[in-house]
């Protein structure tokens, strides 16, 4: 069987969210890489409905092209980086909008359509809506 298509036992499960949750644990109280650039994490909320697990962020005043978001396995990955003007007189008084690279991963618990994943970005929100592949029921012909 297919790994990507394999139901995970309780304990892959488990160890998937302990995982995630230590992952964004590090980036909270870290929010800076190695290599001296700034990173944060964008505010982030999942819901899901019947049909799909939809992802909304917000990333107010970062552009289209200066995102990623891939899907692999059961983990959806945002990139991208807001970037402030440079080069203007500006001296700031107060600096509270995060700038420079950005990422968040999220553990998605529920078999996915990879195919069907739409993004939309619109007045600084990144919406994802992520399908849900339903169990196929077979009915016995009588």
Not at 75 to 87: A, H, I, M, N, Y
Not at 115 to 137: C, N, Q, S
Request: glycine share 6%; proline share 8%; aromatic share 8%.
């Amino acid at each position: 069987m297919n790994d990507k298509t394999r139901e995970k036992t309780p304990v892959e499960e488990l160890l998937a969210d302990i995982d995630s949750y230590i992952h964004d644990w590090f980036q909270a109280k870290l929010p800076f890489t190695f290599q001296g650039g700034v990173r944060w994490t964008p505010p982030t909320d999942v819901f899901e409905t019947e049909d799909a697990v939809h992802v909304t962020m917000a990333i107010p005043g970062t552009r289209p092209e200066d995102m990623s978001v891939h899907f692999e396995h059961d983990t959806l990955l945002v990139r991208g980086v807001r970037r402030e003007r440079c080069g203007d007189s500006r001296r700031y008084l107060k600096m509270e909008i995060p700038v420079g690279a950005f990422s968040r991963r999220l553990r998605i618990a529920r078999p996915v359509d990879a195919d069907g994943i739409k993004v939309a970005y619109t007045e600084g929100m990144l919406r994802v809506t992520l399908p849900k592949v339903h169990p196929r029921v077979d009915v016995p012909i009588t």
